[in-house]
């Protein structure tokens, strides 16, 4: 057992440090409330923006196609994985985001792995943000280019690395996150795309958690910055505002051709499953048919921040209805957590690697899916663990 043994010490020092995940279950579908490990409470951390997870709408989308094409895809795309509603979700995700095509991934995490790697190499570089998502972060190093940051949302600092690495690379990119997760900021993607223009660099940008929110009815950062047919690739998540789950590469058709040829997640695991597949094109419908879930969102998010910033909070510098409350170290968050849940919310904390060291939080993820009620007995049970806890 001696060669385990660091594995033991390791966990220790997580939860020494407050970092380890304690991970809650739930008992119910997601929603604005939820039954976690036995108990009802109010959900503030899911990434159900729109509340489509279990909308009657995309539930019986699955259930029909589960009886006409069954449960498994049964290979990979490029074998005998590809049903037509595979290559219909494909079709109808390029209309709704205005791009020449798009390709499926079984996540937004495989979305990124297959994309990077399959567009530089070794003897390449990547010019990325900062505080970019682990799963770019992993494309990046699997992709085995040199990796470059530049500082968070700043153009200025890319603009500085490209000149500094001018002529040492034969291929390079330019990587950003949309909105960034943990914060809630917007990368300036219409100054990147003027950078990405001057140097003739491909832009690539991960709209997981713009999708569904940013835009006409949710159609993303690049409809947000009216970017159409610009921006090369625009990675998307269909986990997060779509309720599903799967990822997607839309953009330039000839990337979408080589990653059917060269996107490893895409040629050797397999599809998306049927139901699956058929609730995100459901999802499609719902968002093409009506802005009302999309508004309800945005006037959500303003309420609860200007609740939360009314009382004293620091909320960061969120730009959409993602709410960090800023707490600093990640003991002080997981106790701030088990408070809120004792009070019957549910916000889980995070902390290092997620976010860097010192800048633990509780991040609030509204939804559409709440009520006034529900954000007002969140705000109440923020109130109260807040002044328990001195941090207002
Ligand atoms: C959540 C997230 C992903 C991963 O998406 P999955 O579909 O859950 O794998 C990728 N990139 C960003 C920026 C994310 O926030």
Same mark, same amino acid.
Request: no cysteine; proline share 12%.
């Given at each position: 057992m001696a060669r385990l043994d660091w594995i033991q010490k390791e966990l220790k020092n997580l939860k020494e440090a407050g970092l380890y995940n304690n991970i809650r279950t739930l008992g119910?579908?997601? *929603?604005?409330w939820l039954e976690v490990d036995g108990r009802k409470v109010l959900n503030f951390c899911s990434n159900n923006y729109l509340g489509l997870a279990n909308d009657p709408r995309m539930v019986a989308a699955a259930q029909d196609a589960l009886k006409r094409y069954g449960v498994g895809p049964g290979a990979v795309r490029s074998i005998a994985g590809t049903m037509d509603i595979h290559t219909e979700l494909e079709k109808r995700v390029a209309a709704f985001k205005q791009a020449e095509a798009a390709i499926t991934f079984q996540s937004g995490f495989c979305a990124n792995l297959g994309t990077i790697q399959a567009l530089v190499g070794k003897r390449d570089v990547i010019f990325s943000d900062e505080l970019n998502h682990a799963s770019i972060i992993d494309g990046c190093r699997l992709s085995g280019a040199t990796i470059v940051r530049y500082e968070h949302c700043n153009p200025a600092s890319l603009e500085q690395v490209i000149k500094e690495n001018e002529g040492t690379y034969e291929k390079a990119m330019i990587i950003t996150d949309g909105v960034f997760s943990m914060d809630g900021d917007i990368a300036p993607l219409d100054k990147l795309y003027e950078i990405a223009q001057a140097h003739d660099i491909i832009l690539m940008v991960d709209d997981a958690h713009g999708e569904g929110v940013l835009g006409k009815s949710g159609r993303g950062i690049v409809d947000h910055f009216n970017l159409h047919g610009k921006v090369d690739i625009e990675i998307g998540t269909f986990s997060k505002a779509f309720g599903v789950v799967g990822g997607v590469v839309s953009g330039n058709a000839v990337i979408i051709e080589w990653l059917k040829q060269r996107g490893r997640p895409f040629l050797f695991s397999s599809a998306v499953t049927p139901p699956d597949v058929a609730a995100c094109i459901a999802a499609i419908d719902i968002l093409e048919s009506s802005t009302e879930l999309v508004d309800r969102l945005w006037e959500n998010g303003r309420y609860f921040k200007a609740g939360l910033k009314d009382m *004293? +909070?620091?909320?960061? +510098?969120?730009?959409?209805?993602?709410?960090p409350v800023m707490l600093g170290e990640a003991p002080l968050a997981q106790q701030f957590s088990r408070e809120l849940f004792e009070n019957g919310i549910f916000g889980t904390s995070i902390g290092y690697p997620t976010v860097p060291k010192g800048k633990a939080r509780i991040r609030v993820m509204i939804s559409a899916a709440h009520s006034r009620d529900d954000l007002d007995d969140g705000l109440d049970a923020f109130e109260k663990v807040g002044k328990k806890l001195g941090v207002i």
């Open positions: 119910s579908p997601q *929603g604005a *004293g +909070f620091d909320i960061g +510098f969120s730009e959409t209805p993602i709410t």
